[in-house]
């Protein structure tokens, strides 16, 4: 009964305070969706396999809640790219800038940035920050930047890194 109750009240400040509400895109517990419905005991979420999940009022107070579209559904999109040790990196900084300046749903403001982020064991790793006006495109986005900084990689003759290992075998045989 404490539960129903706790479940209750929470609902009451779900309706009030509107930390989230109804197309709200929200992640809980690892489990990313849309908040399609909200009343007094759970709140419902669709996930993107369109699975439904009832959720209790209590944890989406009491729990930790990522609301992606609360104060504005723009979001940010991080792509790292592992190129080959030798790799011209300003070169790779350069056409990772130019792929999110000429896709079209990449905002201008604030505009995307392009760093070279660190020595990683097997590669240099470069990483694109860009915005999105929201989430809808935002999976069909990446993919399209990926397989633009592929094409523009290979073209600049750019290596994408892979894990490298150097094994050393010793024996007592010739």
Not at 29 to 40: L, P, Q
Not at 123 to 144: A, C, F, H, K, W
Request: hydrophobic content about 45%; aromatic content about 6%.
């Amino acid at each position: 009964l404490q539960e129903v109750v706790a479940n209750f009240v929470c609902g009451l400040i779900l309706l009030f305070e509107r930390p989230l509400r109804v197309g709200d895109v929200v992640t809980i517990e690892g489990m990313t969706g849309t908040v399609t419905k909200i009343h007094m005991r759970a709140t419902t979420i669709t996930n993107w396999d369109r699975h439904d999940f009832v959720v209790p009022n209590k944890n989406l107070i009491t729990g930790t809640l990522l609301n992606w579209t609360l104060s504005a559904p723009t979001n940010r999109v991080v792509i790292s790219v592992g190129v080959a040790y030798g790799t011209d990196t300003e070169q790779a900084r350069q056409i990772l800038h130019a792929v999110a300046v000429d896709h079209p749903l990449v905002l201008e403001d604030p505009p995307p940035m392009a760093t070279f982020d660190e020595f990683a064991d097997s590669s240099l790793i470069v990483t694109l920050r860009g915005y999105l006006p929201d989430l809808e495109n935002r999976l069909r986005t990446i993919t399209e930047l990926h397989a633009e900084i592929d094409k523009r990689f290979a073209a600049a003759g750019i290596e994408i890194a892979f894990p490298q290992r150097v094994v050393h075998l010793r024996g007592g045989s010739d």
